[in-house]
Nanobody, 124 residues
Framework: VQLQASGGGLVQAGGSVRLSCTVS????????MGWFRQTPGKEREFVAV???????FYGDSVKGRFTFSRDNGKNTLYLHMTSLKPEDTAVYYC???????????????????WGQGTQVTVSS
């Protein structure tokens, strides 16, 4: 499974940006797909995840502002980020795993496949 994230950049506070993650390889509905983010010196932080049945869970800091969607025809995941804040500045990663259990979906250590990351910088 290969993941490639794109769409980051510089955006003003209050603005919006949409990240994309192209997925290739032997994926199936059994994969859990997620978004994480990381800032220098900090651990990777859970942003959002799409569970196997299609349910989507969000981290508390992004709930109500970010939307995780998927285009099966294009094998692409999206993270639509709105009402951006300077504290949203980070490198954003998409991830996938086939074996992660529900209680661990927020744990980045449970994911085997990662995209290369895309930088999002929110200016105040």
């Amino acid at each position: 499974v290969q993941l490639q994230a794109s769409g980051g950049g510089l955006v003003q506070a209050g603005g919006s940006v949409r990240l994309s993650c192209t997925v290739s390889g032997p994926t199936s509905s059994g994969y859990v797909m997620g978004w994480f983010r990381q800032t220098p010196g900090k651990e990777r932080e859970f942003v959002a995840v799409r569970w196997r049945n299609g349910n989507i869970f969000y981290g508390d800091s992004v709930k109500g502002r970010f939307t995780f969607s998927r285009d099966n025809g294009k094998n692409t995941l999206y993270l639509h980020m709105t009402s951006l804040k300077p504290e949203d500045t980070a490198v954003y990663y998409c991830a996938a795993d086939q074996r992660v259990i529900l209680s661990q979906v927020r744990n980045p250590n449970q994911y085997d496949y990662w995209g290369q990351g895309t930088q999002v910088t929110v200016s105040s």
